[in-house]
Each structure stands twice: as C-alpha cells, then as structure tokens.
C-alpha cells in the first residue's frame, strides 16, 4: 500500500501533473468529501450524506456523484460539469500530512506511485527556480485553510449526532427491466427530530452556524432528480423508472 511522502521541489523537481488526471481522477468517486463551509454551495448541485469510514468509523460529509460505484455523473466528456467543485478534487493528487521534521506540524504530501504524475508529459509542479506551479500553490492554500474546516466539521458532525438529528436511509432504484438496486450505508438529516428541537437547542445550532449547514442538506435530497436524470442520460438503455428514500430499519445512526 502506498504512503504519502513530502513534496520536495528537490526529490520531485522533475515530477509534471498528466492533462487528465483531474477529471480522471473526479470521474471515480462516487461519494466527494466535504467539510461543512462547502456545504451551502454543494448543496446547489449534488444530493449530500452523512456516511461512515470505513476505516475508522468516524462520520464522513460527502456529496454523491453517481448510483453507481468508482462514476461520477458531473464529469462528462473528460470534463467537469457542474458549477460546484469539492476542496477534496481541487486539491488532487495533493494531501495535507503531519511533518515529518518538524512536529505538531503539517506539509504536502503526495502518493509517489499515483497515476496523476508523469516525468514526460503535463503541468509542471515546480519550476526551474523550485517555485510552485499555480495548481499547486492553489492546492497548498486550500489544504492549509482545510485544517480549521475539518475541526469545524468534526464538531458539527458530533453535535448533529449528539441531538439525533442523524438518520440512516437506504436508496432504492428500481430500473425499466425489472431489476431493484439498494444503495446502503447513507444517512441524512432527520427533519422530525429538527423540529422537536428545543428553542434553546435550535438558537445554539443558529448561533454556531450549523443550522444553515442542516437545512442546506436537507434540501439536498432533491438533487437525487438530477443525478436520476444525469443516469438515464448516460445508460438509455435501461432507465431508472423509480427513486425511493427509505428509513433504513436495520441499521442505526450510532
């Protein structure tokens, strides 16, 4: 398994970003981090989930990009087609990672083996001088700012989860010849649970700014329409005929 090493404009010196390697990469995932600034103009263009790590567990905020696996639908033709696009594919093939030199410390980390990277072809990430190329300078700021965004997230996931305003649904796709597909493991907000809130406990999520995040994603789910129509564009062949969101019985938010 690959591991992220520090970006040296020195070891890396050499190192070009492929032409395609942004849509390719946006192309494959279905589910696109997010952090809870970026929930409000997501909001405009994909359906947003609370889901799990599968790794750690913890709560993740992501936008979903296709009903099915490894697509996204808003990359059409090599290209990204929607007015939004996740910090998490603007940042690509870049990650934030802990020093290491210096400690309590965080710098650029890249994956050395990725697909993103060519020494023969593409946008140099440095220049002669060892200066940052304009994609990795923007990367290198939006990936500094994503430090506080990801606390922020963090808390407002625990608070979302701490009210039991979190649900878990499943999507249920029914297709023209006959056949059904589930798509688990998603959660949303549960609007009853917003409402019974306390004055007291809906002033709190105003005042830390939670609230607009929480109505942003429950108007959301209507961007299922748009994925619905973005899928049967793409697969004639055989349409999704029906959407339905359903409580998921079996599992539970905690």
Not at 38 to 56: C, H, I, M
Not at 239 to 251: C, H, M, Y
Request: charged share 20%; aromatic share 8%.
């Amino acid at each position: 398994m690959s591991t992220l090493v520090e970006l040296s404009n020195t070891v890396h010196k050499d190192l070009k970003l492929r032409e395609s390697c942004l849509a390719e990469f946006a192309a494959s995932q279905q589910l696109m981090r997010l952090r809870v600034p970026e929930v409000g103009k997501a909001a405009t263009n994909f359906p947003l989930f609370f889901s799990r790590n599968q790794q750690d567990g913890s709560w993740v905020l992501s936008a979903l990009g296709s009903f099915e696996p490894m697509q996204n639908v808003f990359v059409e033709q090599g290209r990204w087609n929607a007015i939004y696009q996740p910090v998490s594919l603007q940042t690509y093939p870049f990650y934030l990672m802990q020093s290491p030199k210096l400690e309590n410390s965080y710098t650029i980390g890249i994956l050395e083996t990725s697909e993103a990277f060519s020494k023969d072809s593409g946008e140099a990430i440095f220049d002669s001088a060892g200066r940052a190329s304009m994609h990795l300078s923007k990367a290198k700021n939006l990936l500094e700012a994503s430090i506080k965004q990801d606390i922020d997230t963090y808390r407002f996931m625990k608070e979302t989860e701490s009210l039991g305003l979190i649900k878990p649904i499943d999507l249920q796709l029914v297709f023209e010849d006959g056949n059904t597909q589930n798509i688990a493991g998603l959660c949303t907000i549960d609007e009853d649970k917003l409402q019974s809130l306390t004055a007291e406990k809906m002033s709190a999520l105003n005042d830390s700014g939670y609230l607009i995040a929480i109505h942003a994603m429950l108007l959301s789910i209507y961007q299922l329409n748009l994925l619905l129509r973005k899928h049967n564009e793409r697969n004639t062949h055989n349409k999704i005929t029906q959407l339905k969101i359903e409580v998921a019985k079996d599992r539970v938010a905690s």
